[in-house]
């Protein structure tokens, strides 16, 4: 694919404008004079203009095209309009102001435009409930039918999706290396720094003392994660922070995984209200016990969005640090091949 090309002779203005392209996963062409750059023009999805050569430009008479931007340092400057217009660049960018903006046309230059990956958040209604256990197999699932998937861990006293799925030892950034991040990320770059396996890409925490998830980090990670993933998986906590909402108002489908007994659907009314001031639509996913599952949802008032009857030796796999089975006869594997094949279209 053909590169967004920068125009400028200041060695200064182009350390910074390389270091922002890195920071969208961009590479550029450079043309230090506009005779260097006339190959180039026509083709580039998009031109950056120094201000430094925006005369000398000018004065070539350069074909109109989109997406031409002049980069300052001096917009009080009354001759930088001037130099805008005749170099027909679209608008005056001062840097370091405008460094998101730039960082937002890098990126949308190089990463291609694709329908959003679908959002699902997984929340338990109780403790112990196993939203964890089914917010990672359907992230495993879905991998395996080869749909690009991205699993984010947004509970920070959960104990860590990374080790639910034996990759705790896994090289690649942990939220503490994202809390800072704010603006667009790469979706390219995000997926290169984190732990993959199988195809999966996860975002879990580290071990050890554990700070509340940024919202800005937050919203950056999954705007990422839905431009670059077909399917993104968030496990919530019970108790909504503020990053948890962020990911609620984003998703297509939330999961409450409830025990079918009194306390279970008690305990998940109260989760439920919280998620209902938050998302749309949400739906019940029914752990077997003592109720049956209609009386499940007709208590809670939601749809039900499945049944997860008891899996044998399910707990012992995971204390040895298996993934969860997932076979055609596993619950947990019909379950998640039922979910994809319904909102995906992944066949089964």
């Known amino acids: 694919m053909d590169r967004p090309l ?7 203005l182009l350390d910074d404008l390389l270091r922002i392209a890195a920071a969208a996963g961009a590479e550029l062409d450079v ?7 006339r190959p180039y023009w026509n083709r580039a999805p998009l031109v950056v203009v120094g201000d430094d050569m925006a005369g000398a430009l000018a004065s070539t008479g350069p074909p109109p095209r989109p997406r031409v931007l002049l980069v300052t340092r001096t917009c009080d400057d009354p001759d930088t309009w001037r130099r805008c217009v005749a170099v027909g660049a679209q608008a005056v960018l001062e840097l370091p102001a405008a460094e998101r903006r730039l960082v937002d046309e890098f990126a949308d230059v190089v990463e291609p435009s694709a329908k959003p990956g679908f959002v699902v958040c997984v929340a338990g209604g109780r403790g112990g409930a196993g939203a964890s256990v089914l917010a990672g197999s359907l992230a495993l699932a879905a991998s395996r039918r080869r749909i690009r998937t991205l699993l984010i861990d947004a509970d920070p ?3 860590g999706l990374d080790l639910l799925l034996g990759q705790e030892e896994s090289d690649g950034a942990r939220w503490s290396d994202l809390v800072a991040r704010e603006g667009r990320v790469s979706c390219t770059a995000l997926q ?3 732990p993959t396996f199988a195809g999966l890409t996860l975002l879990s925490f ?8 940024p919202v800005e980090a937050m919203r950056s990670v999954l705007e990422a994660g839905r431009r670059g993933f077909e399917l993104v998986v968030v496990d919530l906590p019970r108790h909504l922070d503020q990053a948890a909402v962020e990911a609620l108002g984003r998703a297509g489908i939330t999961l409450l995984v409830v025990t079918a007994d009194v306390r279970g659907v008690l305990a998940a009314a109260q989760v439920l209200a919280s998620l209902r001031e938050h998302t749309g639509e949400v739906r019940a996913v029914v752990r077997s016990g003592v109720l049956n599952d209609d009386v499940v949802t007709g208590s809670l008032g939601v749809p039900h969005g499945g049944s997860l009857p008891d899996q044998p030796r399910l707990a012992a796999a995971l204390d040895r640090g298996d993934v ?4 055609r006869r596993t619950s947990l594997g019909r379950f998640c091949a039922a979910f994809l094949h319904e909102q995906l279209g992944a066949d089964r």
């Open 6 to 12: 920068v125009i400028t002779e200041d060695h200064d």
């Open 31 to 37: 043309a230090h004079a506009p005779a260097h750059a």
């Open 157 to 159: 006293l959960g104990g």
């Open 192 to 194: 290169a720094a984190l």
């Open 206 to 213: 580290s071990r050890g003392e554990v700070e509340p998830i």
């Open 324 to 327: 969860p089975p997932l076979g």
